[in-house]
């Protein structure tokens, strides 16, 4: 440990008894919070990393190597089997990992209970489609009859238009 650092955790140890001692006098205005106290930074307000020594860097690194080398030896024994596999065990395989990367999946009585709901709403805006739609037939043919009855009746009205008022009387050939 360097003399800088141990000066530092003294300075640290004496604020820390000191705020203690306030404390308990009942002297202390400032509440007492956990955590390191502000008085306690660090020299400078600078903020110090911490750092691993070389060896432990060195049992990182040979762990991840280790990962690696694993990882590597179990792709080159899958690769000559794969190779060597039918196509259709290679779409297999393909599918298999294809699964294996999906997140989530649907138990069969969630899907079930999801596609009875669906179902449900489709019946039932088919229901309101059909019901409209025959709305829709009644209402034409309410218009249509009362289209024919309005033609009959201007046709009829057409005639008794064209029809004279007075009376004509046929004339009679002279003989």
Same mark, same amino acid.
């Given at each position: 440990?360097?003399?800088?650092?141990?000066?530092?955790?003294?300075? &640290?140890?004496? %604020?820390?008894?000191?705020?203690?001692?306030?404390?308990?006098?009942?002297?202390?205005?400032?509440?007492?919070?956990?955590?390191?106290?502000?008085?306690? %930074?660090?020299?400078?307000?600078?903020?110090?990393?911490?750092?691993?020594?070389?060896?432990?860097?060195?049992?990182?690194?040979? &762990?991840?190597?280790?990962?690696?080398?694993?990882?590597?030896?179990?792709?080159?024994?899958?690769?000559?089997?794969?190779?060597?596999?039918?196509?259709?065990?290679?779409?297999?395989?393909?599918?298999?990992?294809?699964? %294996?990367?999906?997140?989530?999946?649907?138990?069969?009585?969630?899907?079930?209970?999801?596609?009875?709901?669906?179902?449900?709403?489709?019946?039932?805006?088919?229901?309101?489609?059909?019901?409209?739609?025959?709305?829709?037939?009644?209402?034409?043919?309410?218009?249509?009859?009362?289209?024919?009855?309005?033609?009959?009746? *201007?046709?009829?009205?057409?005639?008794?238009?064209?029809?004279?008022?007075?009376?004509?009387?046929?004339?009679?050939?002279? *003989?």
């Amino acid at each position: 440990m360097r003399i800088q650092d141990i000066v530092v955790e003294i300075d &640290a140890e004496i %604020s820390r008894l000191q705020q203690v001692r306030a404390l308990l006098a009942g002297t202390s205005t400032e509440m007492w919070k956990p955590g390191r106290p502000a008085s306690t %930074s660090l020299v400078g307000n600078a903020r110090t990393r911490r750092r691993l020594s070389a060896e432990a860097r060195e049992r990182i690194a040979a &762990a991840q190597r280790a990962r690696w080398a694993k990882s590597k030896k179990a792709a080159k024994k899958a690769a000559p089997s794969t190779a060597a596999a039918s196509p259709a065990k290679k779409a297999a395989a393909v599918r298999l990992r294809t699964k %294996s990367k999906k997140k989530r999946t649907l138990s069969a009585g969630a899907r079930a209970k999801i596609a009875a709901a669906q179902k449900a709403r489709w019946a039932k805006v088919r229901k309101a489609a059909k019901k409209a739609s025959t709305a829709k037939v009644s209402k034409k043919s309410a218009l249509a009859k009362k289209a024919v009855s309005a033609t009959r009746a *201007s046709a009829s009205k057409k005639k008794a238009a064209v029809a004279p008022t007075t009376p004509v009387t046929p004339v009679k050939a002279a *003989s």
